[in-house]
């Protein structure tokens, strides 16, 4: 069965850094693209960064661009998403999905405010 | 990017009815299409996937059709357990864009 665990959310105040996990089981991890997506209160969902199988590959929607860091270790069967320079408009639910979405774990809160 | 266009927004329905929603997006995605279905305060759970394939464990009154803009899906049979949200999502390229969501409530 594919699992998807987030941790890593908390309450942060704003300008400062938090470190997402997520711990993947029950698939072969080194093989899928995974993704952050996130979802503020009340609205829809966006999605917030990609990463190759291999950690070559990287994306970020432009909101983030310099600010957050997408990296895995596969050796874990782990996905990291490292956010700096918070801001109260990070604030979500975030999200790690597999591949194209298909499968997603259950989520961490991100609270950015002073 | 690729923006993703849903409707209606909201819909009212009586269990047992079929309910039709719809997408479309910006320009062709092929079937590069996915549907989610989230209930308050869980994660997305996808339904459909590459546009009108049943994802394992879905029930059958969940379908969905179309390719290259315009995409729909169906629930034949509306059932209590279905009020809920549902977003179409583009896999066809990165930035991976979601519709704005269509909310499911009861009538």
């Known amino acids: 069965e594919v699992q998807l665990v987030e941790s890593g959310g908390g309450l942060v105040q704003p300008g400062g850094s938090l470190r997402l996990s997520c711990a993947a089981s029950?698939?072969?991890?080194?093989?899928?693209?995974m993704n952050w997506v996130r979802q503020a209160p009340g609205k829809g969902l966006e999605w917030v960064a990609n990463?190759?199988?291999?950690?070559?590959?990287?994306y970020y929607v432009d909101s983030v661009k310099g600010r957050f860091t997408i990296s895995r270790d596969n050796a874990k069967n782990s996905l990291y998403l490292q956010m700096n320079s918070l801001r109260a408009e990070d604030t979500a639910v975030y999200y790690c999905?597999?591949?194209?979405?298909?499968?997603w774990g259950q989520g961490t809160l991100v609270t950015v405010s002073s | 990017d690729i923006q993703m266009t849903q409707s209606p927004s909201s819909l009212s329905a009586s269990v047992g009815d079929r309910v039709i929603i719809t997408c479309r997006a910006s320009?062709?995605?092929?079937?590069?299409l996915n549907w989610h279905q989230q209930k308050p305060g869980k994660a997305p759970k996808v339904l459909i996937y590459?546009?009108?394939s049943l994802q394992s464990g879905v029930p059958s009154r969940f379908s969905g059709s179309g390719s290259g803009t315009d995409f729909t899906l169906t629930i034949s049979s509306l059932q209590p357990e279905d009020f809920a949200t549902y977003y179409c999502?583009?896999?066809?390229?990165?930035?991976?864009?979601f519709g704005p969501g269509t909310k499911v409530d009861i009538k």
């Open positions: 999905a597999r591949g194209n979405c298909l499968y």
């Open positions: 029950g698939f072969t991890f080194s093989n899928y693209w």
């Open positions: 990463i190759k199988q291999d950690g070559s590959d990287k």
């Open positions: 320009q062709s995605i092929s079937s590069n």
């Open positions: 590459a546009a009108s």
């Open positions: 999502q583009q896999s066809y390229s990165t930035p991976l864009t």
